[in-house]
């Protein structure tokens, strides 16, 4: 089992950033494929950006790419969502994701039931 743990929201004027933090436990992580997605109330989840087991490759959605960077460092079990030229349009609950198969570097992985193990979300709000 692996417990995902996202930190870092909070509210921010457009145009402004945050850096979400997921620290995850288990001595597994270092082998899943990584993933943020958010949702909007009203909406669906959606999917924001993922990165393989080693950080190698990443992917994005077409409304976060350019802005928004995945990163991770699994020496201390985490993953991390920079997020700069924030848009109002951003405001939504952020919850990072794990699919626990592993070492795969295939990261267009955009459907949520492609992810096993979920966080409880972080709220980003971006004020006009």
């Known amino acids: 089992q692996v417990q995902l743990v996202e930190s870092g929201g909070g509210l921010v004027q457009a145009g402004g950033s945050l850096r979400l933090s997921c620290a995850a436990s288990g001595r597994t992580f270092s082998s899943y494929t990584m993933g943020w997605f958010r949702q909007a109330p009203g909406k669906e989840r959606e999917f924001v950006a993922a990165i393989s087991w080693s950080g190698g490759s990443t992917y994005y959605a077409d409304s976060v790419k350019g802005r928004f960077t995945i990163s991770r460092d699994n020496a201390k079990n985490t993953v991390y969502l920079q997020m700069n030229s924030l848009k109002p349009e951003d405001t939504a609950v952020y919850y990072c994701?794990?699919?626990?198969?592993?070492?795969?570097?295939?990261?267009?992985?955009?459907?949520?039931?492609?992810?096993?193990?979920w966080g409880q979300g972080t709220q980003v709000t971006v004020s006009s």
């Open positions: 994701a794990a699919d626990r198969g592993t070492y795969s570097n295939y990261v267009r992985r955009e459907g949520v039931n492609e992810y096993d193990y």
